[in-house]
Each structure stands twice: as structure tokens, then as C-alpha cells.
T-cell receptor, first 109, second 114 residues
Framework: QKEVEQNSGPLSVPEGAIASLNCTYSDRGSQSFFWYRQYSGKSPELIMFIYSNGDKEDGRFTAQLNKASQYVSLLIRDSQPSDSATYLCAVYNFNKFYFGSGTKLNVKP | EAQVTQNPRYLITVTGKKLTVTCSQNMNHEYMSWYRQDPGLGLRQIYYSMNVEVTDKGDVPEGYKVSRKEKRNFPLILESPSPNQTSLYFC?????????????FGPGTRLTVT
């Protein structure tokens, strides 16, 4: 079983819609949770991080963490074509980072 | 400008020919790490370092070596590259030694081993 699981997609949403990206992790001891965005051919860049159960909002982005269900999600409101990218979920656990394989998001104009 | 640099950006080599990919950060970060990225497998951690002279294995360390003699540099060494090490490699750094905070990634090194 992989440490971090994501649906590879592609997830297609129309411009202006809400995109919902999901991630599950296997180790209950995981401590920190991250969402990175990666454009094709580029390096990952941080969108959000979350450490505690609940929601964390930053502009159009909301990260949700449910440690009991071992589940992390990212909501993107008012999706824009520029949000089209691969979104990587990452989990930090005892000095190591584990990444999911990423969900490809397409936002259609 | 705060950044992580990697060199070379592209490298084509032959099986068995030792190579080194350099990584340097100018942010005084404690934690540094190397990843490889392969289609369908995502980013997998190769090695990480929490401090000078302190390195440890990630998920896929076989066939790789690292060193951390200075805080800013964390080179990745392939003593005898093989075709299954053909991949996109990223170096990353983050501020704190532990605790897991934001990682800053270098631009990537695309390695092809023939």
C-alpha cells in the first residue's frame, strides 16, 4: 500500500467552478500535510499546508484535514484556466516526505 | 534571490559512468532532500539531510549517495548509473531541521542513462 494515494485524474471542471482534489494517507502518525502545484516541466510549488484537523483557507484555496479518516482535500473556488496543473499531495512523517502521484486538473474556459 | 539551484539541468550519460548532480541553496535552510519523479509514481524521496554531516535514506536510496559537508550544498552521486535511474530529479530544501515545513524545489535535472 502506498503511503499517499491520489486519483490521477484528469479532473475537468469549467471555469468558475469549484475543483475538489482528494488525498488519503496510510500512517496515522503523519504530522504535516501539504498541497503542491506542478505545471508541466516545472518544479513543484507550495499551495497550502495544514497541520491540524479542520479547514484552512487562503484566498481561493481551502485545505481540509481529517486525521480520523486519514484524508486531506484541497478545494479551489472560482477555478481559472491558469489553475490547470498537476496537484501533489504530500505528507510529512518522522523526518520524511511522502508524495502522492498527483491529480491532473484541467480547467476549461 | 532566494533559490535552490541544480546543475546540470540536463544530462545524458552511459551505464556505469559516475556522475554528480549538484544542489545548492542560499536560504540557510537546515533540511535538504533529493527526489526522483517518474510517470505514475510521483515524487519519491531518495535521501535527506537534517544538518551538516547528517544524512539518511528516503524511500528509494539504492544506487545513490549523498553528502552534506556544508549547509548550503547537497550533491547527489550516482557511482554506477543504470538505465533504471533515468528520471527527473529534484533537490529541495526547507527551513527547519524537523517539523516538516514548506519545501523549496530546485528546477530539476533530467537524467538519461543509456
Amino acid at each position: 500500500q502506498k503511503e499517499v494515494e491520489q486519483n490521477s485524474g484528469p479532473l475537468s471542471v469549467p471555469e468558475g467552478a469549484i475543483a475538489s482534489l482528494n488525498c488519503t494517507y496510510s500512517d496515522r502518525g503523519s504530522q504535516s500535510f501539504f498541497w503542491y502545484r506542478q505545471y508541466s516541466g516545472k518544479s513543484p510549488e507550495l499551495i497550502m499546508f495544514i497541520y491540524s484537523n479542520g479547514d484552512k483557507e487562503d484566498g481561493r484555496f481551502t485545505a481540509q484535514l481529517n486525521k480520523a479518516s486519514q484524508y486531506v482535500s484541497l478545494l479551489i473556488r472560482d477555478s481559472q484556466p491558469s489553475d490547470s496543473a498537476t496537484y501533489l499531495c504530500a505528507v510529512y512523517n518522522f523526518n520524511k516526505f511522502y508524495f502522492g502521484s498527483g491529480t491532473k486538473l484541467n480547467v476549461k474556459p | 534571490e532566494a533559490q535552490v539551484t541544480q546543475n546540470p539541468r540536463y544530462l545524458i550519460t552511459v551505464t556505469g559512468k559516475k556522475l554528480t548532480v549538484t544542489c545548492s541553496q542560499n536560504m540557510n535552510h537546515e533540511y535538504m532532500s533529493w527526489y526522483r519523479q517518474d510517470p505514475g509514481l510521483g515524487l519519491r524521496q531518495i535521501y535527506y539531510s537534517m544538518n551538516v554531516e547528517v544524512t539518511d535514506k528516503g524511500d528509494v536510496p539504492e544506487g545513490y549517495k549523498v553528502s552534506r559537508k556544508e549547509k548550503r550544498n547537497f550533491p547527489l552521486i550516482l557511482e554506477s548509473p543504470s538505465p533504471n535511474q533515468t528520471s527527473l530529479y529534484f533537490c529541495a530544501s526547507s527551513l527547519r531541521r524537523t517539523g516538516g515545513d514548506e519545501q523549496y524545489f530546485g528546477p530539476g535535472t533530467r537524467l538519461t542513462v543509456t
